[in-house]
């Protein structure tokens, strides 16, 4: 059977994640102390213990999917002796899931990992004022439909598709008032419901160029090595391999739109027949489903999740 590991985005972060696997393996404990290590942070507190409000905000959800997702891969490698360059033909991720995919196949380290994804959360934070930008998920349309409403809508302010996450779920990102016209004009002259997202900054604009310019410096820094399997790139749904272009990709996937439904139609394209999600929550395999029900999709999470895909494998 062959395999894509996939990893979790934004929005699968929940309190608790994570704590039954450090309770249970010692691997995957350390791999939550080295990630509080590398930011000089109990994150890992934060990501067993709560406040919700402060896991969920930007700067500490991104490094923390990152740690949940390494953290079963490595039980995954101690456990079941899986090799990520033989157990899959890519690796692929949501966003910042893009960091947690690098790190698995080797292209970084887990605390480079969460240096950057820290860096890369505080600097989307602080790229638009609180207030001044909104997301909102138009339902039922395609990404040409939703492009063209946003075009419509923006009126000199910025407004444009962040994510196509999968058939009928595009999701529109930039100025708050932009995003609310293509929200009615969705509603009005198409007959489409609309999603508003409770984000705290408009990801995947133009907008996010400070962010872009702040992770070109950071990423500049960074040893990168070839991964050990292919990368399917968000804003090119294509597989890449040279570190140079990674980089690239990385810096233009702050202001580019995420193609995660094309990704995935190039993975079974290219002979993937089964996703495995690597992380927090079930949301690439829900859209794995609804992207081309040929494919099978598995999400591995906790200590029971790593037991039944072991007996798989």
Partial sequence: MTRAFVFPGQGSQAVGMGRELAEAFAVARHTFEEVDE????????????????????????QPALMAVSLAVLRVLQQEGGIDVGRACRFVAGHSLGEYSALAAAGTFGVADAARLLKLRGRAMQQAVPVGEGAMAAILGVDLETAERIAAEAAEGEVCAAANDNAPGQVVLSGHKAAVERATRIAQEREGKRSVSLPVSAPFHCALMAPAAKAMAQALANVDLRAPLVPLVANVTAEAVTAPDEIRRLLVEQVTGLVRWRECVLFMKEQG?????????????????????????????????DIEAFLKTV
């Fill in 38 to 61: 590398a930011l000089g942070q109990n994150l890992s507190r934060l990501i067993f213990e709560g406040p919700e409000g402060d896991l969920t905000l930007t700067e500490n959800a």
């Fill in 272 to 304: 993937v027949e089964t996703l495995v999600e690597i992380g927090s929550g079930k949301v690439l395999a829900g859209l794995a489903k609804r992207i081309d029900r040929q494919l099978s999709a598995v999400s591995v999470g906790t200590p029971a």
